[in-house]
């Protein structure tokens, strides 16, 4: 009998595409893990943490194991950027296996859990790649699927300590369709592929079309206002477009929304693409010196505090005032700070980064 209870986020794999995915990436899948997609297909896993000899550095807790499908999209999609990590790590001799005969199983809190399917004696070995601060890949203890799996275990052990492993609560949602593109890229080639996977993961909700019931119709509507295609899949579905525009970051996108009907009024101070931009000043009659909502434009791309990619903002600013737009930079936060202010200061900022 398993230690673990796996909630479902799919319908079950077929050997046809196992054996598919094994042709497209060139080794052979360890038997137990092949068991383990056709009887499960991935999920999420409780407990949900592989116990680790090197507790200090950790194996953080999976949020996923992967299905058939995710498989295949990681590899067609978003695997070259995997495999670039892989390799650094490799030719720095901080790990003696060959990266390309890894195969990535699942999305932890931080990193990703890995089969190692060359063919030798490692064969079937369990490693961790932890990409935020931690060591690179890692040999885990796990010589198997299967040995990791039977070594599960709460986060905080000694906090579930007296708490059995039961089912998930029948008012469970599973929120795969809300962390889709979290992990895969869209991009034009793989568009297609990407749009099937989100119907697979859609379709496996009991009730497609009384998800908005049990997750905010609009959010979801909104965490993939910048890809057409979902969107069309889901106004067909009887969802709605929201009643403002946010954080639309593609061109393309904001093209189709508008010519379906969606209302881009105040989007100058969410969107984050130049591209963007230009089109709702140029063609949509935005002004960048008017407030929405109580924000101007220019103090949103002018963010002092709080800044996590201050680089991909330096980069942003610049676009805009390369542009040419007529900018009022004497307008005022609430402390004072001119627009110019704030430019100056993140100048300053970036070059001292440099």
């Not at 058939?68 to 720095?92: K, Q, S, W």
């Not at 525009?245 to 093209?255: D, F, M, Q, S, Y």
């Not at 709702?280 to 010196?289: M, R, W």
């Given at each position: 009998?398993?230690k673990?209870?796996?909630?479902?986020?799919?319908?079950?794999?077929?050997?046809?595409?196992?054996?598919?995915?094994e042709?497209?990436?060139?080794?052979?899948?360890?038997?137990?893990?092949?068991?383990f997609l056709?009887?499960?297909n991935?999920?999420?896993i409780?407990?949900?943490?592989p116990?680790?000899?090197?507790?200090?550095?950790?194996?953080?807790p999976?949020?996923?194991?992967?299905s058939?499908?995710d498989?295949?999209?990681v590899?067609?999609?978003?695997?070259?950027?995997?495999?670039e990590?892989m390799?650094?790590d490799y030719?720095?001799?901080?790990?003696?296996?060959?990266?390309?005969?890894?195969l990535?199983?699942?999305?932890?809190e931080?990193?990703?859990?890995l089969?190692y399917?060359?063919?030798?004696?490692?064969?079937?070995?369990v490693?961790?790649?932890?990409?935020s601060g931690g060591d690179?890949?890692?040999?885990?203890?796990?010589?198997?699927?299967?040995?990791?799996m039977?070594?599960?275990?709460h986060?905080?052990p000694?906090?579930?300590?007296?708490?059995?492993?039961?089912p998930?609560?029948?008012?469970?949602?599973?929120?795969?369709?809300?962390?889709?593109n979290y992990?895969?890229?869209?991009?034009?080639?793989?568009?297609e592929?990407?749009?099937?996977?989100?119907?697979?993961?859609?379709?496996?909700?009991?009730?497609?079309?009384e998800?908005?019931?049990?997750?905010?119709?609009r959010?979801?509507m909104?965490?993939?206002?910048?890809?057409?295609?979902?969107?069309?899949f889901?106004?067909?579905?009887?969802?709605e477009?929201?009643?403002k525009?946010?954080?639309?970051?593609?061109?393309e996108a904001?093209?189709?929304?508008?010519?379906i009907?969606g209302?881009?009024?105040g989007?100058?101070?969410?969107?984050?693409?130049?591209d963007?931009?230009?089109y709702?000043?140029?063609?949509?009659?935005?002004?960048?010196?008017?407030?929405y909502?109580?924000?101007?434009?220019?103090?949103?791309?002018?963010?002092?505090?709080g800044?996590?990619?201050?680089h991909?903002?330096?980069?942003l600013?610049n676009?805009?005032?390369?542009?040419?737009?007529?900018i009022?930079?004497?307008?005022?936060?609430e402390?004072?700070?001119?627009?110019?202010?704030?430019i100056?200061?993140?100048?300053?900022?970036n070059?001292?980064?440099?």
């Amino acid at each position: 009998m398993h230690k673990y209870y796996i909630h479902p986020e799919e319908g079950p794999a077929t050997e046809a595409r196992i054996l598919e995915l094994e042709q497209q990436r060139g080794f052979r899948i360890p038997d137990d893990y092949k068991a383990f997609l056709l009887q499960y297909n991935g999920g999420v896993i409780r407990p949900d943490t592989p116990r680790s000899e090197t507790r200090g550095l950790g194996i953080f807790p999976i949020e996923r194991l992967f299905s058939i499908g995710d498989l295949e999209l990681v590899a067609t999609a978003n695997g070259e950027e995997i495999m670039e990590m892989m390799i650094d790590d490799y030719e720095d001799e901080l790990f003696e296996l060959d990266p390309r005969k890894l195969l990535s199983i699942s999305l932890n809190e931080r990193g990703n859990l890995l089969l190692y399917c060359g063919e030798d004696e490692e064969f079937g070995r369990v490693c961790y790649a932890n990409y935020s601060g931690g060591d690179g890949i890692i040999k885990t203890q796990y010589a198997s699927f299967t040995e990791m799996m039977d070594n599960l275990e709460h986060f905080d052990p000694e906090a579930m300590k007296d708490v059995r492993v039961l089912p998930f609560s029948e008012n469970f949602v599973p929120q795969k369709i809300f962390s889709f593109n979290y992990y895969f890229l869209w991009t034009d080639q793989h568009q297609e592929k990407t749009l099937q996977r989100f119907i697979e993961v859609y379709r496996f909700l009991k009730k497609p079309k009384e998800i908005r019931d049990r997750i905010n119709e609009r959010s979801l509507m909104e965490y993939y206002i910048n890809y057409p295609a979902i969107i069309d899949f889901l106004l067909k579905e009887g969802f709605e477009l929201p009643e403002k525009l946010k954080r639309v970051n593609h061109l393309e996108a904001i093209k189709h929304l508008i010519e379906i009907g969606g209302n881009p009024e105040g989007l100058l101070i969410s969107t984050r693409n130049i591209d963007v931009i230009k089109y709702l000043i140029e063609s949509c009659g935005q002004n960048i010196n008017t407030a929405y909502d109580g924000k101007f434009p220019m103090m949103t791309y002018t963010t002092i505090e709080g800044i996590v990619f201050r680089h991909l903002q330096w980069k942003l600013l610049n676009q805009i005032l390369e542009a040419g737009f007529d900018i009022d930079y004497n307008i005022q936060d609430e402390k004072g700070r001119t627009v110019q202010d704030r430019i100056d200061w993140l100048r300053d900022l970036n070059t001292k980064k440099k």
